[in-house]
């Protein structure tokens, strides 16, 4: 039996992206949207597989080991209502009452830390409900309130209280042609100074060179951010997949770390994902092992717009006095 593995879902961004996450995760299992298994599904699982990031109930049902929090009710609000809102556990989606405003301070230092005592709670009731809890899968972004402001205040609780158990970002990163909000920057550079010693592996992606791939690879005229999500999604399955099925490498958390991150506060691997094509030309074309691993090393296959072999940021260049 593998350990199992809880997800953390925090600010709009991680929602979002744990909505299309999750979306993904019932397709691969061959469950339903309220969380049954499929009677047409074929059986891709082996006995088991669910347990990592399932809990089974007596009704045979099976409940994503997931806890979604934002501070604005929003998000939480449209989980509740929307397609999957018989999926998830109503406890575990939890809302505040007004948003950071994209606002660090207002994530970590005032709001959120009103709500924090309550996250913690119940990720304590989850981790009490594991027979053997592997760590945290938490989903956020850097660039805003709740995302960067309460993601690092929960990640310092979660350091406190789960010490010893792994803990796996998988982070948007801001990005210049794609900004929300004038204040990304400073809410990354804060929030990364706060998770860099309470994070064992961050995964970041950046929402242009996401939106990028989206429309040059899979020839979508004006990506939006469902879209994005559901790419982003893809590329965690395939990250997470070796957790769920079976494998060689990468079978339990503590494995990413030992196999991806040199030194401790070095943990942002870069990830890039190949093939990336259209359902149009899927059944039509077809890659030797030669040519997935020359586009692996490409960097328009990139989650992040940035191009190694240089040793530099291509758009984001600043000298630090």
């Given at each position: 039996m593998r350990g199992e593995v809880c997800h953390i879902h925090i600010g709009q961004a991680g929602t979002q992206l744990g909505n299309s996450a999750w979306e993904l995760y019932l397709l691969e299992h061959g469950l339903k949207a309220d969380g049954r298994p499929d009677p047409e599904a074929s059986d891709i699982g082996e006995a088991g597989s669910f347990g990592t990031f399932f809990t089974e109930t007596g009704s045979g049902k099976y409940v994503p080991r997931s806890i979604f929090v934002d501070?604005?009710?929003?998000?939480?609000?449209?989980?509740?209502?929307?397609?999957?809102?018989?999926?998830?556990?109503?406890?575990?989606?939890?809302?505040?009452?007004?948003?950071?405003?994209?606002?660090?301070?207002?994530?970590?230092?005032?709001?959120?830390?009103?709500?924090?005592?309550?996250?913690?709670?119940?990720?304590r009731r989850v981790a009490d409900n594991c027979s053997s809890l592997q760590g945290f899968l938490i989903f956020h972004s850097f660039g805003g309130g709740t995302g960067s402001g309460f993601g690092a205040l929960l990640l310092e609780r979660l350091s406190t209280d789960y010490g010893k158990k792994s803990k796996l970002e998988f982070a948007v990163y801001p990005a210049p042609r794609l900004s929300t909000a004038v204040v990304e920057p400073y809410n990354a550079v804060l929030s990364t100074h706060s998770t860099i010693e309470n994070s064992d592996c961050t995964f970041l992606v950046d929402n242009e060179a996401v939106y990028d791939i989206c429309?040059?690879?899979?020839?979508?005229?004006?990506?939006?951010?469902?879209?994005?999500?559901?790419?982003?999604?893809?590329?965690?399955?395939?990250?997470?997949?070796?957790?769920?099925?079976?494998?060689?490498?990468?079978?339990?958390?503590?494995?990413?770390?030992?196999?991806?991150?040199?030194?401790?506060?070095?943990?942002?691997?870069?990830?890039?994902?190949?093939?990336?094509?259209?359902?149009n030309r899927s059944s039509h074309e077809s890659f030797k092992v030669h040519d997935l691993t020359f586009q692996c090393f490409e960097p328009n296959n990139q989650m992040v717009d940035c191009d190694p072999r240089k040793w530099e940021s291509q758009r984001h260049r600043s000298n630090l006095g």
């Open positions: 501070l604005d009710p929003s998000p939480i609000d449209e989980i509740r209502t929307g397609q999957y809102r018989q999926l998830f556990h109503p406890e575990m989606l939890i809302s505040g009452k007004e948003d950071a405003a994209n606002n660090y301070a207002r994530g970590h230092y005032t709001i959120g830390k009103e709500l924090v005592e309550s996250v913690i709670d119940r990720i429309h040059r690879n899979l020839d979508i005229p004006r990506p939006g951010y469902e879209h994005l999500n559901r790419l982003i999604a893809q590329v965690v399955s395939s990250i997470t997949s070796s957790l769920r099925f079976d494998g060689a490498l990468n079978v339990d958390l503590n494995e990413f770390q030992t196999n991806l991150v040199p030194y401790p506060r070095i943990h942002y691997p870069l990830i890039s994902y190949a093939p990336v094509v259209s359902s």
